[in-house]
């Protein structure tokens, strides 16, 4: 209980019934997921991986799934989530021939065997855990020596409009913290993956109107989980003054809300021993001759 105290802390549960609630208008709402998903896609182009087993961690309804699976047509892709009404929709969305299964799991925690993975595939997923470093250092654990991590996520300049917004009216946690480049930089590094590699990109996104913008949020599953939200049910008049803020950002005819996306990859260092386990190579040790 003491850790729910802390700012920018999710509540896993909340979490998952977001997205649960969220599958069926996921795929009309989604727009920055998928053109974050292009954007990975394109940056991995010029790497080169032998590929087998994918890992999608934070799959949704599988969009990006589908396409790795094209990709690589020898692959092998673990579509993995939390919310068990996304994956069904990817159930049904994949042809009955795709070498796609869907596993419903903590992405901090995949139930994957140790360098059994290839690539691992995390799309917009880090705004949605709670702890970065348990997270890198689970792929670490799952990619083999030499795979590729591939990732992408919001900055800390994501979503500012909204959050002064809500700062003006009440003191309660309305946005997730993102990360910066920098410290995601670090925690790559201390989870034992090898030479990563970070680019920020700026997109600014259009709405009519405020309310628009909510009923975004609603269908795409990113309401507030947040520990540290407000328990009561949120008052018409702080909402209506934060919608009136929101409304006094207009550009023309169009509300713009800029995103800072965080694009990322690493490479597979292999599983690291536990504290007191030593690993030797038996192929260096010498035979004793008399």
């Known amino acids: 209980?003491?850790?729910?105290?802390k700012p920018g802390l999710l509540r896993k549960e909340d979490v998952r019934r977001r997205f649960d609630r969220a599958a069926a208008t996921f795929d009309d709402a989604s727009f920055v997921h998928r053109h974050a998903a292009e954007g990975l896609i394109q940056r991995m182009?010029?790497?080169?991986?032998?590929?087998?087993?994918?890992?999608?961690?934070?799959?949704?309804?599988?969009?990006?799934?589908?396409?790795?699976?094209?990709?690589?047509?020898?692959?092998?892709?673990v579509s993995?989530?939390?919310?068990?009404?996304?994956?069904?929709?990817?159930?049904?969305?994949?042809?009955?021939?795709?070498?796609?299964?869907e596993l419903q799991a903590d992405a901090a925690a995949p139930p994957l065997l140790e360098g059994s993975i290839d690539l691992a595939f995390?799309?917009?997923?880090?705004?949605?855990?709670?702890?970065?470093?348990?997270?890198?250092?689970?792929?670490?654990r799952v990619l083999r020596k030499e795979g590729l991590f591939v990732f992408s996520t919001l900055g800390p300049d994501s979503l500012h409009e909204v959050r002064e917004a809500w700062a003006s009216v009440d003191h309660s946690e309305h946005v997730n913290a993102f990360i910066?480049?920098?410290?995601?930089?670090?925690?790559?590094?201390?989870?034992?993956?090898?030479?990563?590699?970070?680019?920020?990109?700026?997109?600014?996104?259009?709405?009519?109107?405020?309310?628009?913008?909510?009923?975004?949020l609603t269908r795409s599953g990113s309401r507030n989980c947040l520990t540290r939200r407000?328990?009561?049910?949120?008052?018409?008049?702080?909402?209506?003054?934060?919608k009136q803020i929101l409304s006094g950002n207009r550009d023309g005819a169009v509300?713009?809300?800029?995103?800072?996306?965080?694009?990322?990859?690493?490479?597979?260092?292999?599983?690291?021993?536990?504290?007191?386990?030593?690993?030797?190579?038996?192929?260096?040790i010498g035979r004793r001759r008399r």
Not at 55 to 70: E, I
Not at 86 to 98: N, V
């Open 230 to 242: 407000r328990r009561a049910l949120t008052g018409k008049g702080r909402f209506e003054a934060v």
């Open 122 to 140: 995390a799309n917009m997923l880090l705004p949605w855990l709670n702890d970065m470093d348990v997270f890198f250092s689970s792929v670490n």
């Open 45 to 77: 182009s010029p790497m080169l991986v032998d590929v087998e087993r994918i890992l999608d961690a934070g799959a949704a309804t599988g969009d990006a799934s589908r396409r790795l699976a094209k990709l690589y047509r020898r692959s092998r892709v």
């Open 180 to 216: 910066d480049m920098h410290d995601i930089g670090d925690a790559l590094v201390r989870s034992g993956l090898r030479e990563p590699v970070l680019d920020v990109d700026y997109l600014t996104v259009t709405y009519r109107t405020v309310d628009d913008l909510f009923a975004d």
């Open 80 to 101: 993995l989530d939390c919310s068990g009404n996304m994956l069904r929709l990817a159930r049904k969305k994949r042809t009955r021939l795709a070498r796609i299964s």
């Open 1 to 5: 209980m003491k850790d729910e105290k």
């Open 255 to 284: 509300l713009p809300l800029q995103l800072e996306l965080v694009f990322g990859h690493a490479w597979g260092s292999g599983p690291r021993p536990t504290p007191g386990e030593f690993r030797l190579d038996a192929s260096r």
